[in-house]
């Protein structure tokens, strides 16, 4: 999941060296207005498909930046000549090999300019004669690389151009005149264009123009959008069927189909996600998928933007948004990775969360060595051990780890051996040990390898290397079983056993292979499983090669959220029931411990609210219907859901009693339902909630503080419905009198002096305010002094109630006489 951190760099484009047609303009403004602005209009911004460089474009200039550290390198400014025969810059784009750079002008010409590289660094640093010792940032150890901008070619498209995009093979080129579309050889050869007239296509519901396409190489896809608003996926056929003899029409390399029509919403941009096989699309400015396809940002011209997660979850907004909103803080130990650091969250370790003390640093900042990230940016993988106490990141190459208790990080002393692996299937901590999936770069093989915290991180200690036939794909680990999916399609499980005999601290660790497991017609595209896990009893301690037949396997692929549950044949072979549990699911996670029906429960984000599947493990049924286990798919808290499950929601409830705030939660709850339902006045009528959260809230010590801690921060209005159901106020009062909680009474006589006249909540008041005298509470009995003042000035309830009093103390003093008498 991904939040938005940080501010927003502004980029300034230098002032050139010579005077060109731009800065006559500005000096023409100045000249006519008295003022002309800071700097050029920005038309573009286009990165090159490794993410390393990227280039601006204004009405005539073009710039080239690299990205660590953000630098100009190169730029071209065209004349006052150029401009005025071609037109001004409209838009670039770049050739997906980062080779050459093709800008569009207003007057439908192109302009290509090759991107060379060179070995010098563009920017050293400098101190004359002075020894100056300087730190590079994340991702710049190599420095800045000199690239050069050189013009090419001049390509003018008579036909009148609406928009271009490069492809690995094509400069593709859609034109006004007639509407068509062009695929133009990178390398032009006579007579190799190949050319459709829009009219031709029967997919297109408009002929008149296509004003934006996309291209994705890894699903072989085009998305484009027509000037009607409608959006298509379209498919290029470089060597489509011949004509027919006789027929003078050109081949068809076009084939595709409308997904999106205009009277939805008009669009004006698309974005495909190859990732998870989704194409987004609406009336925006720009869409932008991650590299990963787990979020997709949004910009609009005017409003700002958007980050939202592949399944529509809002991450973040610019854009205001009236009424407040509460995110409640559950998280027992929160791991964030951002860009050059570490957030790790100590705030699950506080005893009392009643309150925060401000002087308490909740998240702590670990920095990534620089000496690591600076050559190894970006981090792709990042770790935590279940305990907390181990942190191991990776990035380009090799791997770090890190001791949140003595605040140390270990890295590779010999930079050789970090440089020739990378890491890819993940990072997971087993104990002490790392347990790593990488790609040996030296002998080009895939390996898991297993490096101990407590020795120095360098080959000579590496605890164990097993080498597997196909690239890792995922590792998972549950207890001791370590699954590693692959390329081929097959699932590897390991076991980790320790080695006591002949080692001093019983610390050694092996890895052996037990089964493995080939899903060759079962799963179609292993690249599409983003998770694997295990899944087994919460009985068995740890995995053995007999007990793991028992235990269940879960694929998340794509965005389907898969069950394969075991079952042994007559014959004794294991065979395993495939269950499609859910579908769209970004997230999943499993709950080997928990209360009651909540053990061994399933637990899945879908990007609107969460399912669960609880105590998803049941060897009494051999056919289970998995789909009717989905008990919450909300954004409420899950308490609500679980008291349809009245036993059950009681027993998970208990075992939150201890907490200080548990009694605010329940109010919580009962204020939510109340307010649902109220307006509706649904009453004890099938399908009521507020009866059951009645019911619910009678099983805890609680209730009655509960009930009326609700009622005095609701309007008054919704009294009656509340008192409908939860019994009269009047009889909760006696209540609370009959357990000597004289406190909550004094609550509940507020309530009753608005519902009832003063007299009658008088006599309660003389009532409570004697119980008060009797049991020596006197704040109480201040608190019920003012409480009479104020709803009866004349003080005539205070007199009798002061006589009251006096005549119950002396009739406890009697009958203490009494027994002493009789002793």
């Known amino acids: 999941m991904y939040w938005a951190s940080g501010t927003a760099k502004v980029l ?120 100056h010792h300087y730190t590079t940032g994340a991702g710049e150890g190599n420095g800045v690389k000199t690239y050069l901008l050189k013009f090419r070619m001049t390509i003018r498209i ?38 459709n007239i829009l009219a031709r296509l029967d997919f297109l519901h408009s002929k008149k ?41 050109s081949p068809l390399f076009w084939a595709g189909f409308s997904f999106h029509a205009e009277e939805f919403s008009k669009a004006t941009f698309i974005a495909i996600n190859a990732k998870f096989s989704l194409l987004a699309v609406g009336p925006v400015t720009s869409i932008a998928w991650t590299s990963d396809g787990y979020a997709v940002a949004v910009g609009w011209r005017d409003e700002g933007l958007a980050l939202w997660s592949v399944y529509g979850r809002l991450l973040m907004t610019s854009i205001s948004e009236d009424g407040p909103q509460s995110f409640p803080d559950n998280a027992k130990r929160g791991f964030l990775q951002m860009d050059d650091r570490l957030l790790l969250y100590h705030g699950g370790d506080q005893e009392d969360l009643s309150a925060i003390n401000p002087d308490t640093i909740v998240w702590q900042h670990i920095p990534i060595p620089n000496m690591y990230i600076t050559d190894n940016w970006p981090i792709k993988y990042a770790s935590i051990s279940g305990d907390g106490r181990y942190i191991a990141v990776s990035g380009r190459r090799g791997l770090a780890h890190y001791n949140v208790s003595s605040d140390r990080w270990k890295l590779f002393g010999n930079q050789q051996q970090e440089q020739e692996f990378t890491v890819r299937g993940g990072l997971l901590w087993f104990r002490h040990i790392l347990v790593v999936a990488c790609d040996n770069l030296r002998t080009h093989t895939n390996e898991i390898r297993m490096y101990s915290r407590e020795t120095k991180l360098d080959n000579i200690y590496m605890i164990q290397n097993v080498q597997v036939p196909s690239n890792i794909l995922y590792l998972s680990l ?29 610390n050694l660790v092996g890895l052996a292979l037990c089964q493995q497991i080939s899903f060759i017609g079962v799963i179609h595209a292993p690249a599409r499983v983003r998770s694997i896990s295990w899944f087994q009893p919460k009985s068995h301690k740890s995995f053995t090669p007999d007990n793991m037949q028992t235990a269940s396997i879960i694929f998340l692929i794509d965005g389907k959220l898969v069950l394969l549950h075991p079952q042994k044949s007559d014959a004794g072979e294991v065979q395993y029931d495939l269950h499609v549990l859910a ?45 009717n286990d989905v008990l919450l ?78 009622a005095r921060k609701t309007e008054v209005a919704l009294w009656d419905y509340l008192f409908s159901i939860v019994g009269s106020p009047k009889d909760l009062f006696e209540k609370c009198m009959t357990t ?3 406190k909550t009474a004094t ?23 004697t119980r008060a005298m009797e049991t020596e509470d006197y704040d109480l009995c201040t608190e019920l002094v003012r409480f009479l003042n104020s709803i009866d000035g004349s003080g005539k309830t205070l007199k009798d109630a002061s006589i009251s009093i006096r005549a119950s103390v002396a009739n406890s003093n009697t009958n203490n006489s009494n027994n002493d008498d009789t002793r």
Not at 33 to 53: D, F, H, V
Not at 495 to 501: D, F, G, K, N, V
Not at 611 to 622: A, D, F, V
């Open 209 to 249: 123009g296509i004003t934006r396409i996309v291209y994705d190489r890894k699903i072989s896809l085009f998305g484009w959008i027509t000037s009607d608003g409608r959006a298509y996926a379209v498919q290029f056929n470089e060597k489509p069927p011949t004509p027919p003899a006789g027929v003078k029409n």
């Open 12 to 131: 300034e484009l230098p002032p050139l060296t010579q005077k060109t047609y731009e800065q006559e303009e500005l000096e023409s403004s100045t000249d006519q207005t008295g003022s002309s602005p800071n700097q050029p209009k920005i038309l573009a911004l286009i990165r090159n498909k490794s993410g390393n460089l990227f280039v601006t474009l204004t009405s005539t200039s073009l710039q080239l930046w690299g990205f660590r550290p953000i630098v100009l390198i190169s730029q071209v400014s065209r004349t006052k000549k150029s401009i005025e025969e071609y037109g001004e810059n409209q838009n670039a784009l770049w050739k997906p090999d980062g080779s050459l750079v093709v800008v569009q002008t207003s007057k439908s010409c192109l302009f290509t300019y090759n991107v060379i590289p060179f070995d010098d660094k563009s920017y050293k640093y400098q101190f004359g004669n002075v020894s």
């Open 478 to 506: 549950l207890d001791n079983a370590l699954l590693a999916y692959c390329g081929d399609n097959m699932i590897y499980h390991y076991l980790l056993t320790s080695e006591t005999a002949g080692s001093a601290s019983g």
């Open 747 to 769: 609550s509940y006589l507020l309530v009753l002096h608005t519902l009832e006249p003063t007299a009658h909540s008088s006599e309660d008041t003389i009532r409570l305010l």
């Open 158 to 195: 008579d036909a009148g151009m609406e928009m271009a995009i490069g492809t690995e093979d094509y400069l593709i080129v859609t034109t006004k005149n007639p509407p068509a579309i062009q695929c133009i050889p990178w390398q032009a050869e006579p007579g190799a264009t190949k050319t």
């Open 583 to 627: 579908d769209k699911i970004e997230f999943y996670w499993m709950a080997n411990r928990g209360v009651g029906s909540l053990k061994n429960s399933l637990w899945a984000c879908d990007g609107q609210g969460v399912k669960i599947w609880m105590n998803i493990w049941s060897q009494e049924e051999k056919a289970k219907d998995w789909q």
């Open 740 to 742: 000597g909680l004289l």
């Open 633 to 710: 798919s909300a954004n409420k808290e899950g308490l609500h859901i679980l008291l349809e499950l009245e036993d059950e929601a009681v027993a998970f409830a208990t075992s939150y009693q201890k907490l200080v705030y548990f009694g605010h939660a329940l109010e919580v709850l009962l204020h939510q339902v109340l307010e649902d339902e109220a307006e509706n006045s649904i009453g004890k009528a099938k399908g009521a909630v507020l009866p059951r959260v009645i019911r619910f809230l009678n099983h805890f010590p609680h209730a009655l503080d509960v009930i009326v801690g609700c």
